[in-house]
């Protein structure tokens, strides 16, 4: 499990690295441009050789790429999804550039619309976006419901993965708080166990390719996005220990996002180790019991 942190690229490319170094990351996430503008930043090879160098030593080993909170590839205005689009495709050739393990994107929003109608506009302009670009993969991460957004519900995921036409390169970014807030109970390890089980049926584990782990400020089911400090939520250090211990996520980048720092990295460190000690005592005691279940068996079976 790569356990890492949302970092600022501002000052170019390597400055993020630094500031990951810095927290202690295994992984970061970056915008490729401010997040709220769509001017793109003219980052040309130069900038990603640099990435790459800056990066090679360091224990970060893996990087992604946050699409722009503007875009929305479900809008019904032209100009809007013609903005979209060219934002996509250039957030996809900054990670082929520097190496990306993908690109988060926020698949869209319905408005007050049809949400089917949406699903096919978005993923129209998902599948062009990886036609007319190379390399890099694309993740779209859930949603915790509000304003017709997509995404909320693991069966709207594998409707737009589908309808882009399930190419290799789209896969999924699972939210902690979105879970929580869209309805699904992923507060103790067997509760994201099922939710993720559900998740394969419905989408495919294959297709996970990120966590991003944030507690939350707002209940189960409240279809609100407000990020927590890890541990001060909802989810609490109980749920965000069973996320960090999760056997499913391994190899995974896993990335806070709330006012990242050197201590919350240091502490998802130690909630993955109290996670993983509470799984394996809870192995262990599932093994005593069924030996003696097994054992009362044979005993009834002599007699």
């Not at 737009?160 to 708080?177: Q, T």
Request: proline share 4%.
């Amino acid at each position: 499990m790569l356990i890492g942190a949302h970092v600022s690229p501002a000052g170019g490319l390597p400055k993020a690295v630094d500031r990951g170094v810095e927290l202690g990351a295994e992984s970061i996430q970056i915008f490729n441009q401010s997040p709220r503008m769509w001017r793109p930043t003219a980052y040309g090879e130069d900038d990603f050789r640099a990435f790459r160098e800056a990066i090679a030593p360091t224990p970060i080993k893996s990087v992604l790429i946050h699409a722009v909170y503007l875009l929305n590839c479900a809008s019904e205005d032209k100009e809007i999804v013609a903005k979209s689009r060219a934002s996509l495709i250039q957030s996809l050739q900054v990670g082929h550039g520097i190496g990306a393990a993908g690109v988060v994107l926020h698949p869209g929003s319905a408005k007050q619309g049809d949400i089917g109608r949406a699903i096919k506009r978005a993923s129209k302009v998902i599948g062009q976006a990886l036609s007319e670009s190379e390399g890099c993969p694309l993740q779209l991460e859930d949603t915790a419901g509000a304003g017709g957004t997509l995404g909320r519900t693991f069966e709207e995921l594998a409707s737009l993965i589908d309808s882009a036409g399930a190419a290799k390169r789209l896969g999924v970014c699972l939210d902690s708080c979105h879970l929580l807030s869209s309805g699904y109970d992923v507060r103790t390890a067997d509760g994201l166990a099922d939710a993720l089980d559900r998740f394969d049926q419905v989408v495919g584990l294959d297709r996970l390719g990120s966590v991003h782990l944030n507690d939350s400020k707002t209940p189960l089911g409240s279809n609100r996005d407000r990020h927590e400090l890890i541990g001060e939520g909802e989810l609490g250090e109980r749920g965000c220990s069973a996320f960090l211990s999760e056997p499913r996520f391994e190899r995974l980048p896993v990335v806070l996002e709330t006012k990242p720092s050197k201590e919350q990295v240091e502490l998802c460190h130690k909630l993955r180790k109290r996670g993983q000690a509470a799984r394996r005592r809870r192995k262990a005691s599932a093994v005593k019991s069924s030996g003696r279940r097994a054992s009362r068996s044979g005993s009834v079976r002599r007699r």
